[in-house]
């Protein structure tokens, strides 16, 4: 069973517009949520990341918000440019036991940014 | 230095092969990860070393073998390997086991077995 899911494998947005990708969990051990960007046959790349005790954290056109009683995140990226064009995972971190360092990951959703 | 270096970037073996992959940082990252991903699947944990020990195996088949030799190297010894473990390897460092500033993937290795 997924604990954390993107349920839309692709967005499509036009340039300098908003993209809103949007990311949900199960688990409500979760107190750490990252955002990654990857391009086809490279690692992913760290975007931004949020603890559990905030709902909101900004760096530059990301911003990324969390609604804890809803289980929901999402990452606004705000204007949206052509090289923001890639696949975005929400990925989560439970703070129990062993698992320190596991970061479980959505399925992702592929954003094309058109111009 | 913030990169996570990994080589090599292709890899083609057989079944009956016996390769490594390896991950370098010189960031002074104390935890390093193996993460296995598929096709449009994604990433999934395989072994986390923290302080050059092996802390987190995700029941990994024996096949797999890592090894920390030093606080800035990871490797993945493959062995008997089957088609369906082709996949691309990636190799992850942070600062510490459970703090998550700095978790840095690198390129990974793009497995096909044969």
């Known amino acids: 069973d997924q604990q954390v899911k993107q349920n839309s494998p692709s967005l499509s947005v036009q340039e300098g517009r908003i993209s809103i990708l949007n990311c949900d969990y199960t688990?409500?051990?979760?107190?750490?949520f990252l955002w990654y960007k990857k391009y086809p046959a490279e690692g992913p790349t760290f975007l931004i990341s949020i603890s559990s005790i905030k709902d909101k954290n900004e760096d530059g056109r990301f911003t990324v918000f969390l609604n804890k009683s809803a289980k929901h995140l999402s990452l606004h990226i705000v204007p949206s440019q052509p090289g923001d064009s890639a696949v975005y995972f929400c990925?989560?971190?439970?703070?129990?036991?062993?698992?320190?360092?596991?970061?479980?990951f959505g399925k992702g959703t592929k954003l094309s940014v058109k111009p | 230095d913030t990169e996570v270096t990994q080589t090599p970037k292709h890899l083609v073996m057989g079944m009956t092969n016996k390769k490594s992959l390896k991950c370098e940082q010189h960031?002074?990252?104390?935890?390093m990860y193996w993460y296995k991903q598929k096709a449009k699947k994604p990433p999934e944990l395989m072994f986390v070393y923290s302080y050059e020990k092996l802390s987190i195996n995700e029941s990994v088949p024996s096949r797999f073998s890592p090894e920390c030799p030093n606080s800035s190297l990871l490797n993945l010894h493959l062995h008997a390997l089957q088609p369906e473990d082709s996949a691309l390897y990636l190799c992850?460092?942070?600062?510490?086991?459970?703090?998550?500033?700095?978790?840095?993937f690198g390129s990974g290795t793009r497995l096909t077995v044969v």
């Open positions: 688990n409500s051990m979760f107190d750490y």
């Open positions: 960031m002074g990252h104390r935890a």
């Open positions: 990925a989560a971190t439970p703070n129990y036991g062993g698992s320190q360092g596991n970061l479980i």
């Open positions: 992850a460092s942070s600062q510490r086991q459970g703090t998550y500033y700095g978790y840095t």
